[in-house]
């Protein structure tokens, strides 16, 4: 019988089948992109309308790119230490995966251009040449985990910088967004210490280490949150004590019944709780799943345990993402992020992330 599945030609010798092509960019991964650029949009105060959901599928695109881009750069290297990936296994010819990256980058290019002007591309353009420059060459450099980063924080400020009526400076934008750009950079340098171990194991102080700033990372993005709160809502009590007549008269009796407070003050601190409670449950939520992971590593960090945190840190940052969100004043956005992580952790098991 024929293959009936579905396939895409390259010229005139060469057709590769759909389900090759999502193993090629790690489909489901991108699941965690979007993720970035809406923690940056909420930072700056950017509503997610059609430019912003254009620029996420910028990122998209340059994710993809990365992958297939991997795995041109890494034919030889896949060929002995992981031959079941499309390219060793010869499933898609070498010359197929860099194509599909260099069209995946002019498709993210030019989605940034229409979504966001020059505003999106200053932003993309960056982030497309650490792509680039992490496959063909500092990956196995010291470089290396910090051009990965550094593309997950240009991600992120893609997000804050997209244009549109009532957007601040790209200045005050990229300050707004620094804090949930640097805690996903620090969590992206926790999965490429990590990673540089998936074949053949690590030594056992790197999970230590990537677990402990995983955690740091989690308290950061959870603790200003309730600080914030806590002062505000003591500000705001003992400000509307007088405003509302509140305070007994000197040398009286304390007032017994007082004024309901009005309802924006009240719709107000509803927010701010709800914020602060899915903040948390974003944080904990990265901890139960990259933490965990992590945990096991560190009892016995094998490569395939090692192999396994990696995969959980990939789709793992989409909670982190949320708790950013939430904290950036989007809770509701930041729900919908985490009711999404259930679907890629699912997918993954099918399509690996790594």
């Known amino acids: 019988m024929k293959d009936r599945k579905a396939v895409v030609r390259f010229g005139s010798r060469s057709a590769v089948r759909l389900t090759d092509l999502a193993q090629l960019v790690r489909a489901p991964a991108a699941l965690s992109v979007p993720g970035d650029v809406i923690a ?8 997610l309308g059609a430019r912003t959901f254009g620029v996420i599928g910028s990122s998209v695109c340059l994710y993809w790119a990365g992958m297939a881009l991997n795995d041109y750069a890494d034919a030889t ?15 898609i010819p070498r010359r197929t995966a860099l194509a599909v990256a260099g069209g995946l980058t002019a498709a993210g290019l030019a989605l940034a251009a229409a979504a966001g002007g020059r505003r999106s591309v200053g932003a993309a353009l960056p982030l497309a040449g650490l792509v680039w420059a992490y496959d063909l060459k500092l990956k196995s450099t010291s470089a290396g985990g910090f051009a990965m980063a550094g593309a997950r924080v240009l991600d992120v400020l893609a997000g804050a910088v997209v244009p549109g009526p009532g957007a601040e400076s790209v ?9 949930p750009a640097g ?9 490429m210490a990590l990673s540089r171990h998936e074949i053949g194991g690590a030594p056992g102080w790197v999970p230590v280490g990537t677990l402990a700033v995983s955690a740091a990372t989690a308290v950061l993005t959870a603790v200003p949150v309730a600080r914030d709160d806590a002062v505000s809502a003591a500000k705001g009590r003992r400000s509307s ?25 009240v719709r107000a601190a509803r927010s701010k709780k ?6 948390a449950a974003g944080s904990l939520a990265y901890l139960g799943s990259y933490g965990t992971a992590q945990a096991r590593a560190v009892q016995k960090p094998s490569a395939e345990n090692v192999r396994r945190a990696v995969g959980a840190g990939i789709i793992g940052l989409m909670p982190l993402q949320a708790a950013l969100t939430a904290r950036g004043g989007a809770p509701a956005v930041a729900a919908a992020l985490g009711v999404v992580h259930p679907l890629a952790r699912r997918l993954a098991r099918r399509i690996s992330p790594t």
């Not at 940056?40 to 105060?45: C, D, L, S």
């Open 40 to 47: 940056g949009a909420t930072a700056a105060g950017r509503p």
């Open 274 to 279: 709800l914020r602060t409670a899915v903040t």
């Open 183 to 191: 805690l996903v950079g620090v969590h992206t340098g926790t999965l």
């Open 241 to 265: 004590a007088g405003a509302w007549g509140l305070v007994a008269p000197r040398g009286g009796a304390p007032l017994r019944h007082s004024p309901a407070p009005p309802r924006g003050v």
């Open 77 to 91: 290297v896949d060929s002995v230490e992981r031959p079941e990936r499309p390219v060793p296994s010869g499933r």
């Open 171 to 179: 200045g005050v934008a990229l300050r707004r967004a620094a804090v």
